[in-house]
């Protein structure tokens, strides 16, 4: 079965050679020019996939998916924007997207980037990880059924290389997941949620030095 996306985009020249594209390739497309419309879609269907444009009426695609994020609608989301700006990116990340690609938007490199969204896609509430369950949507790790004392960007950390599907997730990357717009990234503080982490999955957490960490544990 095709993959199934909602795309959100007031351009509508823009919208309709989106949506041409995407379904060439195969994939089930539900368009919106307003984020009242992509809302109300929300409520009526179960996607895969968000593409949602940053600069719209009414409301930017960050408010919505922000309202979409704290009901627990975890579907991956790309955001399309023409904003270059590094606070609008971060705005991004720290609102609940997957993927940013600025605009104007190269087709193939979308394409590649949607695959790459779907490929690591986590969709189940809870992994289990040995004697160990991730709950994604309350971000607690627990052990044989308790609650384990990590911090909440810990379990943040966590569930981004796992989401990596075992590729190199760049120490740039978890710097603007972790952490909002404004706040100080860390490398102290990252270490020691590397650190908390090995405590738990010794063999599972692999540093490549001068990139990032990747994750090795088969979920």
Known sequence: MSAKLLLLEDDRLFNETLQDFLEEEGFGVDVALDPYT?????????YDLYLFDVNLPYESGFDLLGKLRQSNDMTPAIFLTSREDKDAL????????????RKPVDLDELLLRIRAVLRRQVRQERIKIGPYTLDMFAKTLYKDAEAVDVSKKTVELLQLLIEASGEVVTTETIKERLWAAGQNASEGSLRVYITQLKKHFPDAIVNVRGVGYKWSYEV
Do not use: M, N, S, V
């Open 38 to 46: 992509a809302l109300d879609l929300t409520y009526e269907k179960t």
């Open 90 to 101: 971060r705005e991004g990340f720290e609102c609940g997207a997957d993927d940013y690609l």
